[in-house]
């Protein structure tokens, strides 16, 4: 990406009205230049750039440094308040501390893919100056995505409250022991496992945790909850698909010689003691990732897992075939 040219407008006084938050895995030396080359072209069309603190001083950079409109972001959750939206540089780790900081602003989240499969980027690498573009001239659409509304209970009184994008899951803490845990759907019990955890996941996560304990890929569109077990002892352990509506709910029995731990989009941890119970339902408050183009899911999971299509001969092969008067 080139530095902005010199006579572009905007570039000596910032847009007071325009702001992007720009967060980076700044532990990789691609992503802190290609944070840099953003900054500079973001402010070369008067845009502010909103940046942590820490990652400003990992990049070398602070606010009032010529040819750049560079701010500290806010440390009290408010960072992507008055934000367009934030710009994330890395995987998807990196795209869920994003949706972790301004989930409370619902500034909207576009992910341009430096790690491996990035499923929630919307991009990748190579298309940085693109999106740089699309930015600049409010060319994208967003997407709201269901979230979880999660709450941890011991003796009927609320512990912790969180909430997640891609799934809650509660795990065994320690590796030889395991979770001994019911299942509650709508208030009702439906079964009891012995097990490593539990997966509660989000159509968006179908394609994360859930995934590789086995549970379904679901579409984005589809408005569900997924329950998973993991390695379950028990002959009814099957991924569950539930209403959106419906409330999950995993009690750690209290007779259980193991506890357990909640991890919230294997970022946010809470520990679980024998007895305690966690109920999961639809967040009220989505997450909204940005959109450049309209492809369908199919497409992403095609891309991203690297799935063999060879042989498809499509619709439009499929029309010339019939129109030709030949089985479609």
Not at 54 to 78: W, Y
Not at 107 to 122: C, I, K, M, R, Y
Not at 152 to 172: C, I, P, Q, W, Y
Not at 221 to 234: K, R
Request: aromatic content about 4%.
């Amino acid at each position: 990406m080139s530095d902005a040219p010199a006579d572009r407008p905007g570039q000596d006084t910032p847009d007071p009205q325009r702001r992007v938050l720009l967060l980076t895995h700044t532990g990789r030396e691609d992503a802190r230049e290609v944070a840099l080359a953003c900054c500079r072209e973001l402010s070369g069309h008067g845009i502010v750039v909103r940046i942590p603190t820490a990652e400003m001083d990992d990049l070398g950079i602070s606010a009032g440094d010529p040819g750049l409109f560079v701010e500290p972001a806010p440390e009290d959750g408010r960072a992507g308040e008055g934000c367009e939206l934030a710009l994330v540089l890395g995987g998807d780790g990196s795209i869920l501390r994003a949706a972790e900081l301004t989930h409370e602003t619902g500034t909207p989240v576009l992910g341009v893919n430096l790690g491996h499969v990035g499923f929630l980027a919307e991009a990748e690498h190579d298309d940085v100056e693109t999106v740089i573009g699309a930015v600049v001239s409010r060319r994208y659409t967003i997407e709201e995505r269901t979230t979880l509304d999660v709450r941890v209970l011991r003796d009927g009184d609320v512990v912790t409250s969180t909430f997640a994008l891609n799934e809650a899951s509660v795990e065994k803490a320690a590796r030889e022991r395991m979770l001994e845990v019911v299942i509650e759907v709508d208030g009702r019990p439906l079964s009891r496992w012995g097990c490593d955890g539990v997966v509660c996941s989000t159509p968006t996560g179908s394609t994360a945790y859930n995934f590789s304990a086995g549970g379904p890929i679901v579409w984005p569109t589809v408005d569900a909850l997924l329950l998973v077990p993991i390695s379950a002892h028990a002959l009814f352990a099957r991924p569950l698909v539930v209403a959106p509506t419906s409330v999950l709910a995993v009690e750690v029995l209290a007779n259980t010689e193991g506890s357990g731990v909640l991890w919230a989009d294997g970022r946010r941890a809470v520990d679980l003691p024998p007895g305690a119970r966690i109920e999961v339902r639809r967040g009220e408050r989505p997450v909204r990732l940005v959109r450049l183009q309209e492809a369908p899911f199919t497409d992403r999971l095609v891309a991203k897992f690297g799935l063999p299509v060879e042989g498809w001969r499509g619709s439009a092969e499929r029309r010339r075939r019939s129109e030709a008067g030949g089985p479609a």
